[in-house]
């Protein structure tokens, strides 16, 4: 169900996925997915390996069509045939992949300036105000500007990717397996920099992770994929009343089902 604003009309979703079909040769990935992410909420988007998990946000930010169905943000849709609404939609979301992506070539600096640079909108002294901000919201300082992606440490590289992602101000956040290659720590540290951010900015988030740590720290609902289909959607009390091998496999340690029961979902 889309939410009503304050004039009574319709809110569309975030994401709204009807009939997505994914196939590659004689390989079907995903069959009649219908998903629905209203504004505000954080989902995580668990399922088996090669289920399709990161296929599904490729799709969800139009950097992959699917085979039959639709993809729409806010309202639009991804792959709309015209440029320059498909150019305003990129600036709704940012996208942190799981090896942070950052441009080896270039500086931590010019890796989260390249957006806006892009919009050509802004001068170069508005670009470094706005790079630093940046660099402050993920707890960089401007020294780390100047440094290489070489340079930096995992930790390291996944903050300058997330303030890359949100170098645009976006709506909707779009995380696959965001603390993946992080030791405990630092994998809670990031946890808590991304709930921060989201709590401070009201973006909406989509994330794959296999970690039930992340789920708990970040995720307002669960999406299970599996069967090539969403097999559970809702709040961790939901998905858990759904009896189906991988929800009861994946959640079959205590201390898993308990970790994600006691956090935000």
């Known amino acids: 169900m889309s939410a009503r604003s304050d004039s009574g009309r319709q809110t569309p979703p975030a994401i709204e996925i009807r009939g997505l079909c994914t196939q590659f040769g004689d390989v079907v990935i995903h069959r009649d997915i219908d998903l629905d992410v209203e504004a505000g ?12 998990k990161t296929t599904l946000l490729r799709e969800i930010v139009g950097l992959l069509a ?26 709704r979301f940012g996208m942190l992949f799981q090896q942070g992506a950052l441009f ?9 300036a390249f957006p806006l640079r892009e ?8 670009i470094a105000d706005l790079v630093l901000l940046k660099l402050g919201m993920v707890e960089l300082e401007a020294r780390h500007g100047r440094l290489m992606p070489a340079e930096l440490s995992g930790g390291m590289v996944k903050r ?29 540290n990031f946890v808590n920099l991304i709930k921060m951010l989201q709590k401070a900015l009201g973006f909406t988030v989509v994330m794959v992770t296999h970690d039930p740590e992340t789920l708990a720290g970040l995720a307002t609902r669960l999406a299970v994929l599996a069967d090539q289909r969403i097999v559970a959607c809702g709040t961790a009390a939901e998905v858990f009343a759904v009896e189906h091998p991988f929800i009861r496999n994946f959640f079959s340690s205590g201390r898993a089902a308990a970790t994600v029961r006691q956090g935000a979902c």
């Open 119 to 126: 919009l050509r909108l802004l001068d170069e002294g508005m």
């Open 41 to 52: 909420q954080m989902l995580g988007l668990v399922g088996g390996s090669g289920s399709g």
């Open 160 to 188: 300058v990717a997330l303030a890359r992602a949100l170098s645009l101000e976006p709506e909707l956040l779009v995380l696959d397996e965001p603390t993946a290659g992080l030791d405990p720590d630092r994998s809670e």
């Open 104 to 112: 080896s070539a270039l500086s931590v600096f010019d890796n989260i």
């Open 66 to 91: 699917p085979s039959k169905g639709s993809v729409k943000l806010f309202g639009q849709a991804v792959l709309d045939p015209d440029p320059d609404l498909r150019r305003q939609l990129r600036r």
